[in-house]
């Protein structure tokens, strides 16, 4: 017999969900996403002002939400930071990591600096940043889940593009996400990831604004559009939810059908 509650299953009321990167053109939308459905959410990010800012923005709203400044490709800082919000907070319930870092060169060109910044900055922060959250998460005891902001290019190359440092970091955090998924399952601790191709953000909306480059972008993608910010946080709401708890290890595509076409 079941005895969930079915009423409102998407609700994270006392859950604590730290989103590294949570201020970004994608994080910021996961953290609005995570503190409607009731979680506290720590906004945590490199630039401080920013994620105090949105943090404060949530507040306004009638959401819980505090901002913290941190460097997620320093291991002490980021060990620290759990250290800090499991001391305040009693435990980090929910993971998102929505950091990473491309520099685009054409393979013949990419240089040993751009390719270590790269790995530096998106898979080894994934590996430590899990690492120091799981190692609560497990002393805890309540379980737990974690997602890893991926792209389509964790497993498709990209046409005509410089991406081998990105297709390379972002690739490798997906086997490395089911490895981490793998041994903490015993635990009670879910690891996925979310995959989206081209999402269309703050960022590139005046590019999109050519006819051109917009048909271009959806050539290939079967839904004819571009993925939004609230597709992407719609996947990390389901997998961080009572409704993803029996997933663990998966990379969940929101690409409009791209990666099931031809």
Same mark, same amino acid.
């Given at each position: 017999m079941l005895n969930e509650d079915l009423t409102n299953p998407t609700r994270l009321t006392g859950k604590? @969900?730290? !989103?590294?990167?949570?201020?970004?053109?994608i994080g910021t939308t996961i953290s609005e996403m995570?503190?409607?459905?009731?979680?506290?959410?720590i906004v945590a990010g490199r630039n401080g002002e920013r994620s105090q800012g949105l943090a404060e923005q949530l507040h306004a709203r009638g959401w819980n939400a505090a901002g913290t400044e941190v460097d997620a490709s320093n291991v002490e800082a980021v060990r620290d930071l759990t250290d800090r919000l499991v001391k305040e907070h009693g435990s980090i319930d929910i993971l998102v990591n929505c950091v990473g870092f491309h520099k685009e060169q054409p393979f013949l060109e990419v240089t040993e600096e751009a390719f270590d910044e790269v790995y530096t900055k998106t898979l080894r922060v994934g590996m430590f940043l899990s690492q120091a959250v799981a190692r609560h998460q497990v002393a805890v005891g309540n379980g737990g889940s974690q997602v890893h902001l991926l792209s389509v290019r964790s497993s498709l190359g990209f046409r005509d593009r410089g991406y081998s440092s990105m297709c390379a970091a972002k690739g490798g955090l997906a086997i490395l996400m089911k490895q981490q998924a793998t041994e903490l399952a015993p635990q009670g601790i879910t690891v996925n990831g979310v995959a989206p191709a081209a999402v269309r953000t703050r960022k590139n909306e005046d590019a999109l604004?050519?006819?051109?480059?917009?048909?271009?972008? !959806?050539?290939?993608?079967? $839904?004819?559009? $571009? @993925?939004?910010?609230?597709?992407?946080?719609?996947? !990390?709401?389901?997998?961080?939810?009572?409704?993803?708890?029996?997933?663990?290890?998966?990379?969940?595509? @929101?690409?409009?059908?791209?990666t099931a076409s031809a």
């Open positions: 604590i @969900a730290l !989103v590294v990167g949570g201020y970004g053109a995570l503190a409607a459905a009731g979680a506290t959410c604004q050519d006819p051109g480059v917009l048909s271009r972008a !959806v050539a290939n993608i079967p $839904l004819g559009r $571009l @993925a939004t910010p609230l597709d992407v946080a719609g996947c !990390v709401l389901f997998l961080v939810s009572s409704l993803g708890n029996f997933v663990t290890g998966q990379v969940l595509y @929101a690409d409009g059908g791209l």
